[in-house]
């Protein structure tokens, strides 16, 4: 009896890898979207290496959040709409409301993305390269076992997006030493900055990604919080690497003279940035990072609002009818996109900030919840106190940031110049 209890335990893990895995890269490839390659080649452009403090601060707070968000949704085994009603009555609705707005956003960008991607690709009009994109997306979700073709199609573009830059990054030979000098001392220092790049990374729907895909595993209950650990460390350490490689690539481009255009909302400094380290190879290689940054985007923020719009109806939240709902989500969003007139740049690096000022609520809710609500919520769990400690200090600061950060965010697309 033991041994075949110990054998079904054993089957049942190995069947769950899939969405563990999935889960990891979702967060993973979600966080690395096509606004976050905009914002830093925007932002490097415009700082050089002491963006490379930005970074840091962004990975930081990053694994202060994504730690006790994936800890708390998986422990209780619920989304996080359900959590926030549980805990203030209400709150889960307008929390899904602000997510389902930010994903919107979000989506729009990525969109954008796709079709920026395409055009540096394959050379065609960004509109169609949105919309291809984004009909892609329909057609993986519209398969009836969607989940395993979402975790497949995320986690192979995810390696294909780290092995290309790791090469562009080798041969764009960036400053290592001054970079790391900035890391920890920046020459300048920039709260819109920061907060934007926090929210491209880590705000709005990107920090229930993952957690929200780890539920489908199974593997929830204060029983599987070592593995929930794993996981989350996982990806957060992922998205970390990703990034700064991500920073030394477009960084090495800068330091070596070439001024990267960023005076118009319509200008692709990313795309300047591949072009001027191998030409026209280097260009199609940046348009293939960037589709497959916009497509796995595409997906991961139309799954995760999906499973917060079923905060207001169960019958929304598993299997087709919330396969259909994220369709619609992307419908919704490339209509929007189309019928859009600000250009893809300026909507990518609008949204992260956008993102970074909803972030904050979300985790007031959490940590709420962890410090006051563990006994009925999750089942008297002895929450571990510096997880609390480095979360609370995270919020607080991306209350700060977000306050001093809303004008020049808004500025972004040019309301309140």
Not at 67 to 82: L, S
Not at 140 to 166: E, H, Q, S, W
Not at 325 to 339: E, K, N, P
Not at 397 to 405: A, F
């Amino acid at each position: 009896m033991s041994q075949t209890s110990t054998t079904t335990a054993k089957e049942f893990a190995k069947s769950r890898r899939g969405p563990v895995l999935g889960a990891i890269f979702l967060m993973a490839t979600s966080a690395i979207g096509p606004g976050f390659i905009t914002q830093t080649a925007t932002f490097t452009a415009q700082l050089g290496a002491a963006f490379a403090f930005a970074i840091l601060v962004s990975v930081l707070i990053d694994f202060a959040l994504q730690m006790n968000v994936w800890r708390i949704i998986t422990v209780a085994g619920k989304r996080a709409g359900d959590l926030a009603n549980q805990a203030v009555p209400y709150s889960g609705y307008v929390l899904a409301v602000l997510i389902v707005m930010g994903g919107l956003a979000f989506n729009i960008g990525n969109i954008a993305g796709g079709g920026l991607g395409l055009n540096a690709l394959l050379g065609i009009d960004p509109k169609i390269g949105g919309a291809i994109t984004a009909l892609l997306a329909i057609g993986i979700f519209l398969f009836r076992k969607a989940g395993p073709v979402v975790d497949a199609v995320v986690m192979v573009l995810g390696v294909v997006m780290i092995v290309m830059t790791v090469i562009v990054a080798v041969i764009s030979a960036p400053p290592i030493g001054e970079a790391l000098k900035q890391t920890f001392v920046p020459d300048t220092l920039n709260f819109a900055t920061i907060t934007t790049i926090v929210g491209g990374t880590v705000g709005g729907y990107i920090t229930y990604a993952g957690a929200h895909r780890y539920l489908d595993s199974g593997l929830t209950g204060p029983e599987h919080v070592t593995s929930v650990h794993r996981a989350s460390f996982t990806g957060i350490l992922v998205t970390g690497v990703m990034r700064y490689v991500l920073f030394l690539a477009i960084l090495g481009v800068v330091a070596s003279g070439v001024v990267l255009d960023t005076s118009t909302s319509a200008a692709n400094p990313a795309g300047q940035a591949f072009g001027a380290v191998l030409g026209t190879a280097g260009l199609r290689i940046f348009g293939l990072i960037f589709w497959a940054a916009a497509l796995t985007s595409v997906i991961g923020a139309a799954y995760t609002s999906a499973t917060f719009i079923s905060t207001f109806s169960k019958k929304l939240g598993t299997g087709r009818p919330l396969q259909w709902a994220t369709v619609v989500f992307i419908v919704f969003s490339l209509l929007v996109y189309l019928a859009l007139g600000a250009a893809p740049a300026a909507i990518l690096v609008f949204v992260g900030g956008f993102n970074g000022l909803i972030l904050p609520i979300g985790m007031t809710i959490f940590m709420y919840i962890g410090v006051f609500r563990q006994k009925d919520i999750l089942g008297g769990y002895q929450y571990p106190v510096w997880l609390l400690v480095v979360g609370i200090l995270a919020t607080a600061l991306s209350w700060y940031m977000g306050i001093n950060s809303v004008g020049p965010i808004f500025k972004f697309i040019g309301i309140g110049a």
